[in-house]
């Protein structure tokens, strides 16, 4: 079935740097387009970064020039590396994508930024 894994999060100082990845499996991940997203405690999950089966890549406004999203489709995994890490990124992060009119999430990975 579809599965989606996150991880690499973790805490960080601010001014620090992650790189998330997200495990693709159950579905063939050079097909689809695969998104970032994140969600701070009462907040809605808004878009970070996106990235296409092509390679295309868009960003948020809050986090362009800082991340950079990339996949590899031999690994059928799509990573996000965020750096000068503010502590409003501090959120879960989620991967996504949609196939067939449904959007699949996976079950997230916390980021603190904190000092």
Do not use: H
Not at 5 to 12: F, K, M, N, R, W
Not at 18 to 23: D, E, G, I, M
Not at 50 to 79: E, H, L, P, Q
């Amino acid at each position: 079935q579809v599965q989606l894994v996150e991880s690499g999060g973790g805490l960080v100082q601010p001014g620090g740097s992650l790189r998330l990845s997200c495990a693709a499996s159950g579905f063939i991940f050079r097909l689809y387009a695969m998104g970032w997203y994140r969600q701070a405690p009462g907040k809605q999950r808004d878009l970070v970064a996106f990235i296409s089966s092509a390679g295309t890549t868009n960003y948020a406004d809050s986090v362009k020039g800082r991340s950079t999203v990339s996949r590899d489709n031999a690994k059928n995994t799509v990573y996000l590396q965020m750096n000068s890490l503010k502590p409003e990124d501090t959120a879960v992060y989620y991967c996504n994508f949609r196939m067939g009119g449904y959007d699949y999430w996976g079950q997230g990975t916390q980021v603190t930024v904190s000092s």
